[in-house]
């Protein structure tokens, strides 16, 4: 019996958005295991603590039995090869995302010829979102609940309530 095809979706998702989603379930269909994996960035300042991404992520695939949600920190493809993942799965919104993620591609084919990157064009209704632009749209009271899953909505407003300013609107 051939190895089951395990992929690694590697990410900040500070916080996770609709796109994030979107690429979950679509890529959840190809591979036999799909490992949602945080990076613990010692060099971002990020509006959630790893964790709290984790327990966000956790709730946003409950339904998807062949996804699981981990953390990394270090190399993606030392993770990758750790977990014996032979595919890290990417997507691409506009053609601004694709120098940064074809360097990265082959950076790390470089260093692991064995794992292949596979991007997925985010589908039309998310290719403009981004956790970025979320997170400043919800810091400054706009309205994000149509860019994220309504947990991540919840501790999003959670998280920005005490803002002296503004919190989200719903
Ligand atoms: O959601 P992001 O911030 O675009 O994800 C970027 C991520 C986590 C995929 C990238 O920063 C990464 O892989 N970092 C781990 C460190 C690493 O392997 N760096 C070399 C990349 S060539």
Redesign the pocket.
């Known amino acids: 019996m051939p190895a089951p095809l395990i992929a690694i979706y ?4 500070d916080p996770p958005t609709n796109g994030h989603l979107d690429l979950i379930a679509r890529g959840s269909q190809l591979v036999d295991q799909l490992i949602v994996a945080v ?1 613990e960035n010692t060099q971002k300042q990020p509006l959630f603590p790893v964790p709290e991404r984790v327990d966000m992520l956790k709730h946003v695939i409950a339904s998807y039995p062949n996804v699981e949600v981990d953390c990394f920190q270090g ?3 030392d993770y990758a090869a750790q977990r014996n993942a032979r595919v890290i799965l990417r997507g691409i919104r506009a053609i601004s995302d694709y120098e940064t993620e074809l360097q ?1 591609a082959m ?2 084919r470089r260093m692991r010829p064995d794992i292949e990157t596979i991007f997925l064009m985010a589908s039309e209704q998310h290719s403009f979102l981004s956790s970025r632009m979320v997170k400043e749209i919800a810091t400054l009271g706009g309205d994000v609940s149509s860019f994220v899953p309504e947990f991540v909505w919840k501790s999003l407003h959670g998280k920005l309530v005490g803002n002296p300013c503004k919190p989200p609107r719903k």
């Open positions: 590697p990410g900040s998702f990076l190399l993606l493809v990265m950076l790390n």
